[in-house]
């Protein structure tokens, strides 16, 4: 098992760095009851890389990303985009489950590590000690979200040299394999808890100073065209007021849960409902299921990770949320069919083995 620190994730708002189920159902297409989709793994081989280095000129730097690509053959054309930004102190290991599952059903995923990640931080020589009461709280306080949303707009400016190196990863296509491309036009971006944060200012929320006025970095990035916000933030966060959410126009997905509370801040289950509650309707989907912790999404290792016991149901909580994501992403990046008449449907509510709340607008 990979762990955020050894003890030091106890506490966070992170992670999802450790291999957790997708669900009882993943691999078994025979018994998959019919409310579930895609449960299992999709028809393409995926190409991974695990750590390349992104040049970012602007700032001085390098922002280091995970890269899943499925391998296409040439009559699929480019690959949709899915950028995942993880959460406090975590890595581009979050999510490795979700993110393949998405890869194998043909989306280009890309994982980067922001800042604030407690590995790429011990890289640096950085110390962190377990039993400090504080340490959450001190990792949770470098989170940079201007910072952040920057990261991913580098990673949209970086695609060429993203493709170029998948290719060199990849060799000489066979002739079954197209070279690898990334579609433009299909981009989407997901993140968990301070990777929600992130999703939600690059989906135009306007996030307040505490002096009053929205901070310019808040503003909606036209290159992307639908997000995930898994373990958002609502009204409880001073940065957020009722009308926060009302200018984001493009699709957006809130997954939350009953008991989904943070360690470090007051953020409540309820609060974590507010960016579907208050954005305005048109393609906006809220997936909130009992029971739900934290980390629970991710599986049972971040659960532990963070401190919390993982829920009795935790492979329905992981299986729903791979469901409901990766309609969402069929449905608004690569317009199928499937993917909307399962979102249009009571399905996610009728799945055995736990209770979902589905509302849309």
Not at 213 to 226: C, H, K, N
Request: net charge positive.
């Amino acid at each position: 098992m990979k762990r955020c620190g050894s003890r030091v994730a106890a506490g966070l708002v992170c992670v999802g760095v450790l291999l957790g189920p997708l669900g009882s159902a993943r691999g078994q297409a025979a018994s998959a009851p019919a409310t579930a989709y895609k449960p299992t793994p999709g028809p393409y081989r995926v190409l991974r890389i695990d750590r390349f280095a992104l040049e970012d000129a602007s700032r001085g730097g390098e922002l280091e990303v995970m890269i899943r690509a499925p391998r296409l053959a040439p009559a699929d054309g480019p690959a949709p985009l899915v950028v995942f930004s993880h959460g406090a102190g975590g890595s581009s290991d979050a999510f490795p489950e979700l993110c393949e599952h998405w890869a194998s059903h043909g989306y280009v995923v890309i994982n980067p590590t922001h800042s604030d990640s407690v590995r790429l931080r011990r890289q640096r020589g950085e110390r962190f000690d377990p039993a400090d009461a504080a340490l959450a709280q001190q990792i949770v306080g470098r989170v940079n979200l201007p910072g952040r949303c920057a990261d991913v707009r580098l990673i949209l400016d970086s695609l060429d040299a993203i493709e170029e190196r998948l290719r060199k990863a990849a060799g000489p296509p066979g002739a079954d394999e197209a070279a690898f491309r990334i579609d433009r036009e299909r981009v989407a971006l997901a993140g968990h808890s301070a990777g929600a944060m992130t999703t939600q200012a690059l989906a135009g929320a306007k996030l307040y100073a505490r002096r009053g006025g929205v901070r310019a970095w808040s503003a909606p990035e036209p290159r992307i065209r639908a997000f995930i916000v898994i373990s958002g933030q609502g009204l409880g966060r001073p940065a957020f007021r009722k009308d926060s959410w009302s200018d984001i126009r493009a699709p957006l997905l809130v997954i939350a849960g009953s008991a989904d509370r943070s360690p470090v801040s007051d953020e409540t289950p309820e609060g974590r409902r507010h960016p579907y509650e208050y954005a305005p309707p048109g393609d906006k989907h809220l997936v909130y299921i009992d029971g739900a912790t934290h980390g629970s999404y991710a599986g049972k290792g971040v659960s532990r990770l963070l401190g919390e016991k993982p829920p009795a149901n935790i492979d329905y909580i992981t299986d729903v949320t791979a469901f409901a994501t990766l309609a969402f992403l069929d449905a608004y990046i690569r317009r199928e069919a499937a993917g909307r008449e399962y979102l249009a449907s009571d399905a996610l509510e009728r799945h055995p083995g736990g209770r979902t709340e589905h509302k849309r607008k």
